[in-house]
């Protein structure tokens, strides 16, 4: 009788690497973390739709937006952040 033994070859997968040791992810769905909305923020964004259409995205579950609002607060002046299916001002 012949057995055929099955070889796997592991091999590491690399989710992302932009994440530093010490982001915290802000929004699980999309693996936002904190550093890239202080990039997004520094790059010109300023409300929380500003944050997703740069990313080419849109909220999955909601859970980040609160989070995100404050954030982007100070970019607005402490204006509300504008509807995520607003047009930038």
């Given at each position: 009788?012949?057995?055929t033994v099955a070889r796997v070859?592991?091999?590491r997968i690399v989710v992302s690497?932009?994440?530093t040791p010490d982001a915290m992810y802000v929004c699980i769905c999309h693996g936002i973390t904190d550093s890239e909305i202080d990039r997004s923020l520094?790059?010109?964004c300023r409300?929380?739709?500003d944050v997703f259409r740069q990313r080419g995205e849109r909220p999955q579950c909601g859970k980040c937006i609160p989070d995100l609002?404050?954030?982007t607060s100070p970019a607005?002046?402490?204006r509300p952040s504008a509807?995520?299916?607003a047009a930038a001002e």
């Open positions: 009788m012949r057995k070859q592991v091999t690497n932009k994440a520094a790059q010109g409300t929380v739709g609002c404050r954030r607005r002046g402490g509807p995520i299916g």
